[in-house]
């Protein structure tokens, strides 16, 4: 990114922080050539999809939800803000990459406990924990099948 002051080309990341909403990103910068210092905000372009409920009510699709029970589960304080962010980033892009436009609260919580099982097995647990009454178990295990056979 330019520069705000001398437009020289080249800047420089200085400091990158998870915004308090979970879902913005705030970088500061330093311009290498005048050293001038400005921030940026980056937030995510909205995710065209919803989600079916279990009681069938539809959803839009809300990233902040799964911000929020993943750090239910990683309990406060133990993990950096910048390891969230790349673990509802990985969560996110395996839901998009699927290319589907609805999703049921089943198949998200599958996925979520699929990231935190290859990142912290205490959050693993306690996230099954919570919420293993609307995860179908025998999907969860057929996938992790898969996985295992896929590497
Ligand atoms: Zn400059």
Redesign the pocket.
Known sequence: M???????ED?RVIDTRLGGDGFSIKRRRV??????RFSTLETPVREEITVEKRDGRIEEFDRQKIFTSLRAALKKGDHQRERMETLVNNVVARLLNGGRKRLTSAEIGTVVLDVLKNFDELAYLRYLTVHQSFINLEDFKAQILRNETNT
């Open positions: 330019q520069c705000l002051r001398c437009r020289f800047t311009c290498n050539s005048c050293g001038f």
